[in-house]
């Protein structure tokens, strides 16, 4: 057996063979692999006996739901209109001159995946992202820098 | 002149470690004393719709059902609020507790946080805590458990219907009401859904009593609101205040002294220019003097540097992809309104292009599904109706 159906049997042993275990055991794939693959959703598919269609369906309604691979870290920084009014289009041009990525694009050592995101609920430290679950508040571009080389480090 | 002062009051964030006595407490009162207590409170929801809890309990528990839940709703997803995350922070047991009770009153053994993916770094802690709560339940011989279901980036999950949609593994799409949760929730069970904020109030309520509470505020706004306040203003953060201000005594201890206007309630909330500030009374609907605003707390101040068409377009931007894309009025209506914007702005369509758009949001407020797309109408109509020019030039 390999991995991801070993994973995704242990997420169904654990959440139960409901409908409602769905998403907790999307959201485990994820955790782990980072993204949702085809593969993955069809084997969740008939853990659950529930048709790949609406699997697929129910996975695509959720935007942290990726079922792209992605990279290791998944930024998302804030659009949304406080962040958007302190700064956010500069630490956004500061993580694309940085990384050498747009908006939706993975670097191609495959450790960051660069996205948008709606409100983070941090507007008063605005401007926010996530990187992966982590958050980060009242950045600029100096402090952005900062983090991604921490990342970087991290990395090497 | 010496700037305004609003009186700050603090009731939620107060520590308190007594927790543990005042679900005892609870726990050994009649059910129907607590909801007495609770309606003559006259708390009402805290997530910005305001409908009566106590009402809301008193229906689910008058549901006779082999099962019934309860839902702390914590898909904090409004642009501009972030209270809710300071109090699963700071006051956990307040809610686990307010989550308690409730399941006490309806007859709900099985409780609920829907915690927006966004918050996941919370989990560790709010775990701990329900370990801890559902460890003195135990000890107390009081059955009572309490799950945390995660939401992966939906702002839809918090309309309650299309919460129970996530929950139950769906896509989250409102359901039609009638029925409603109380009746008809999750997993078709009676369902209490709750936002973090009401829960630590009945916390409150019932440590303190209802008078307390109802002493504060206005007529049909009783009681305090925590404030989330951002952009524009020197004092941005989290506050507790009293129903009933105007929006004016708010700008003047809020404002950074040039405020435009202010977004109350978020999004979906209304835009209100200098010139209603005094006329406009923050609290729900009522036969208050002048025009009451309800809110779920998020309040954004702008100041004359900023363009109300770049305000407009970013909210309309974030309704058009947070549709849910169920009903045509909001998935259809959403797009035609932010392309709309953009045509009038490049001159490629006539400025009464503007009244035609302003007719649409009418027909979304009538026809849309769910409370997104009615909504949607609210920050359309109060920008452009007030800031018309700056649509246009």
């Known amino acids: 057996m390999d991995n991801i159906s070993t994973t995704i049997k242990t997420l169904v042993k654990k959440h139960g063979k409901k409908r409602e275990s769905l998403l907790p055991v999307l959201q485990g794939i994820i955790k782990q692999e980072n993204f949702l693959s085809e593969y993955a959703m069809v084997l969740v598919a008939t853990e659950l006996d529930i048709s790949a269609a609406e699997v697929y369906g129910t996975a695509s309604f959720y935007s942290f739901m990726n079922h792209k691979k992605g990279g290791k870290y998944i930024i998302r920084i804030c659009k949304t209109i406080t962040c958007s009014m302190k700064g956010k289009i500069q630490v956004l041009q500061a993580i694309e001159d940085m990384l050498k990525i747009k908006v939706g694009d993975t670097t191609p050592d495959g450790l960051f995946t660069l996205l948008e995101t709606n409100c983070l609920g941090w507007c008063h430290k605005a401007p926010a992202m996530l990187i992966n679950d982590e958050v980060y508040t009242s950045l600029t571009p100096e402090r952005v820098r900062e983090i991604l080389s921490e990342y970087l480090t991290k990395n090497k | 002149m010496e700037s305004y002062h609003l009186k700050r009051i603090d009731f939620i964030f107060k520590n308190e470690n007594d927790w543990k006595d005042v679900l005892s407490r609870a726990l050994a009162s009649d059910k129907q004393l607590i909801l007495n207590e609770l309606m003559e409170s006259e708390l009402k929801g805290r997530g910005g719709a305001g409908f009566p809890t106590g009402l809301k309990w008193k229906l689910t528990a008058d549901e006779k059902s082999d099962e019934k ?45 829907y915690l927006r993916g966004e918050y996941t770094f919370l989990m560790p802690e709010l775990e701990k805590a329900i370990k801890e709560f559902e460890y003195y339940c135990k000890e107390i011989n009081f059955k009572f458990s309490i799950k945390i279901f995660l939401g992966s980036g939906a702002y839809i999950c918090g309309e309650e219907t299309a919460l129970f949609e996530s929950m139950e593994g769906k896509r989250g799409e409102p359901r039609n009401k009638p029925p409603f949760p109380t009746k008809n929730g999750y997993l078709g069970k009676p369902t209490v859904v709750n936002n973090v904020e009401t829960l630590a109030h009945t916390y409150t309520i019932f440590k303190y009593g209802a008078k307390q509470f109802y002493d504060l505020g206005v007529q049909y706004s009783r009681g305090t609101k925590l404030f989330s306040v951002s952009g524009d203003t020197p004092k941005a953060g989290i506050y507790e205040l009293e129903l009933g201000m105007t929006l004016e005594q708010f700008v003047d201890d809020f404002g950074d002294g040039d405020t435009k206007a202010v977004q109350v309630g978020g999004a979906s909330g209304f835009l209100v220019p200098r010139k209603l500030f005094s006329q406009t009374i923050i609290g729900f609907k009522g036969k208050l003097e002048g025009h009451s605003l309800p809110t779920g707390g998020s309040m954004m101040l702008f100041n004359s540097s900023r363009s109300m068409f770049n305000v407009l377009s970013n909210y309309l931007y974030f309704f058009h992809e947070e549709s849910c894309g169920q009903c045509t009025p909001c998935r259809v209506g959403c797009q ?13 369509r006539s400025t009464l292009y503007l009244d035609k758009l302003l007719q649409l949001t009418e027909t979304m407020k009538q026809t849309a599904k769910c409370g997104l797309g009615q909504s949607v109408a609210n920050s359309f109509s109060s920008i452009v109706e007030n800031f018309k020019e700056e649509m246009i030039y």
Do not use: S, W
């Open chain 2, 69 to 113: 839940h309860i839902i702390c709703n914590a898909d904090e997803g409004e642009p501009g609020t972030f209270k809710d995350r300071e109090i699963l922070t700071q006051v956990p047991f307040k809610v686990l507790v307010g989550m308690a009770i409730c399941g006490y009153v309806i007859g709900a053994l099985k409780g609920f946080i």
């Open chain 2, 336 to 348: 035609v309104l932010l392309n709309g914007i953009n045509e009038v702005k490049k001159g490629e």
